[in-house]
């Protein structure tokens, strides 16, 4: 059984995998000032009441949790009646897991890194990594460059703000576009028009370049099922510094000059980043110095570099962890007491 909230798309995802899904009111816990806080001080004890019905109905043998603040009153509620591991998939340890690990029996961390910044628990710790999309892994180059159209001649760069975009990248990749369609292709991953309106400002540009360099420049609101291949054949990767997005590129073993949201999640996706920077396996430069006369440098170096590419590709795919799925499937079957998964 899948707990979550009312609001999001998680009550989609769990269906469409025949998971039955229960949403409970949950509130956040904020350390700032916020009318909402009031809202949510009423929605936590709600949620406790809500999930606890559900625990004791559902009888689990394993409770899992992955940090946010709706896992709390599920934890909360089932500490008593199952064993149970909490996920931290960032490189911080959240406020939310903080709570949970009081109650914790496992705590896995995504990197290594992030183990100095655990303190002082009762639970088990582990390195287990962030579970990336298994179809990954599979990516063809060549088939990537057939789809688009784009000459294995070139490198390939992948503008990506995540799956809403992230208008500053897609402003400062149009800035600089005449110059990175000198020398590489691109494809740019721009979010929908429901979260920006550059797709269609960036699709307009492409149309009114010259014929030379029309074909090199692919702007598009989404990538789905092709994802796989665009990484498998993109060079160089310009993105945000989620959770998510570093789980891949490490696993991945790409090269990305990231660009962290400010002041995400207590600075969240800087930590991220550095876990890559500091081990030589990416670039991080905050959003206020990213200005397209820095990016375009930061991206050229980097491009007409394949020495210092490919140090930094095998620095990142020794930080990934391809098997992150099956590390926490075992050790949620160990604190269930069932045999262990097959790898």
């Not at 998971?19 to 929605?43: C, Q, S």
Request: charged share 25%; aromatic share 4%.
């Amino acid at each position: 059984m899948w707990i979550g909230g009312t609001e999001g798309i998680e009550a989609d995802a769990a269906r469409d995998e025949g998971i039955p899904f229960a949403a409970i009111p949950t509130g956040k816990l904020r350390r700032y000032l916020d009318l909402r806080t009031v809202r949510d001080a009423v929605n936590i004890p709600r949620g406790v009441f809500a999930a606890r019905k559900l625990v004791r109905d559902f009888k689990p043998d394993v409770v899992f949790s992955t940090g946010g603040f709706v896992s709390v009153p599920t934890v909360f509620a089932g500490r008593r009646r199952a064993p149970i591991l909490t996920h931290e998939q960032t490189t911080i340890i959240g406020l939310a897991t903080k709570i949970n690990l009081r109650s914790a029996d496992l705590l896995a961390l995504s990197f290594e890194d992030s183990k100095s910044r655990v303190g002082k628990t009762r639970a088990k710790v582990a390195v287990t990594g962030n579970p990336i999309r298994t179809e990954l892994s599979a990516g063809d180059a060549a088939r990537g460059r057939e789809r688009y159209s784009f000459t294995p001649l070139l490198p390939v760069l992948f503008v990506t703000g995540g799956a809403r975009g992230a208008s500053p990248l897609n402003q400062r990749a149009k800035a600089i576009l005449p110059q990175l369609l000198d020398c590489a292709q691109v494809i740019h991953q721009t979010g929908p028009a429901s979260a920006n309106s550059d797709f269609a400002e960036l699709t307009a540009l492409q149309q009114s370049l010259p014929d030379q360099v029309k074909a090199r420049y692919v702007p598009t609101e989404f990538v789905r099922g092709e994802i796989a291949d665009v990484y498998a054949m993109a060079d160089l990767v310009v993105s945000r510094a989620g959770a998510g997005t570093v789980a891949e590129l490490s696993a991945l073993g790409k090269v990305a000059i990231m660009i962290p949201l400010p002041l995400s999640g207590g600075g969240e996706q800087i930590v991220n980043a550095r876990a890559l920077v500091d081990h030589g396996a990416g670039v991080m430069l905050m959003q206020e110095d990213a200005t397209p006369e820095r990016l375009l440098q930061e991206i050229t170096d980097l491009l007409g570099n394949p020495d210092r590419r490919a140090a930094m590709a095998k620095a990142a795919a020794g930080l990934g962890r391809l098997d992150a799925a099956a590390r926490l499937a075992d050790e949620l079957l160990a604190l269930a007491k069932r045999p262990e998964s097959t790898r």
